[in-house]
């Protein structure tokens, strides 16, 4: 069983719709939860971050842990085009500093005009 | 406000050269990553160092080699190219503190190997 499972998408959505991203883990050991989005060639840059479980938010986007399933998502409000890029999960036990990070595969997302 | 910085954007170089690729950090980092990224395959770790003249091997080494001769710069080193290295490659860098949040990459490199 992989460490962190990422649907890769395509996820195709109007403009406007409420997006939905998930992974799931199977360390009960991460507490560090963050996301990354990466357009096209680019590298990926850190969108949110959450510790141990709840939800935390930033304009349109939010990040929710479930520890207890685990199970974490990202929320997009209100999509737009600019959106459109490939989101990738990514967990650690301490932070990312003394463990390193796990990521998911990524999930591309295309909002349609 | 760049702080990951990758020497090269895109690269062509031909099978059985030996390829740097230089990576320069300038947020005091301690931790330093080289990632490939391939359709499909995701992020694969190839080395991290911890400290300056530090290397440790990640999930994919082989055909690879690093240098960390100054805190700041991180290089990664194709000893022998192959097509098989065709790859974007991505530097990250980190603090090595307990409760940092994850990485900063640098924008990539896009190697080509013909």
């Known amino acids: 069983q992989k460490e962190v499972e990422q649907d890769p998408g395509p996820l195709s959505v109007p403009e406007g719709a409420i997006v939905s991203l998930n992974c799931t883990y199977s360390?009960?050991?991460?507490?560090?939860f963050m996301w990354y989005r990466q357009y096209s060639r680019k590298g990926p840059e850190l969108l949110m971050y959450?510790?141990?479980?709840g939800n935390k938010e930033d304009g349109r986007f939010t990040a929710q842990v479930d520890k207890s399933s685990k199970y974490i998502s990202l929320f997009i409000r209100d999509s737009q085009p600019s959106d459109s890029a490939t989101y990738l999960c990514a967990m650690s036990e301490t932070g990312g500093g003394a463990d390193g990070l796990t990521f998911g595969k990524g999930t591309h997302l295309i909002i349609q005009p | 406000d760049v702080k990951v910085t990758q020497s090269s954007r895109y690269l062509v170089k031909r099978t059985g050269e030996k390829v740097f690729l230089e990576c320069v950090q300038d947020m005091d980092h301690e931790n330093m990553f080289w990632y490939r990224q391939d359709p499909g395959l995701g992020l694969r770790l190839i080395y991290f160092?911890?400290?300056?003249?530090?290397?440790e091997k990640g999930d994919i080494p082989e055909g690879y080699s690093v240098s960390r001769e100054k805190k700041e710069r991180f290089s990664l080193i194709l000893e022998s190219a192959s097509t098989n290295q065709t790859s974007m490659y991505l530097c990250?860098?980190?603090?090595?503190?307990?409760?940092?949040?994850?990485?900063?990459f640098g924008s990539g490199t896009r190697l080509t190997v013909v």
């Open positions: 990250a860098s980190s603090f090595r503190g307990q409760g940092s949040y994850g990485y900063t």
């Open positions: 360390n009960s050991a991460f507490q560090y």
């Open positions: 160092s911890y400290d300056v003249k530090m290397k």
């Open positions: 959450t510790y141990s479980s």
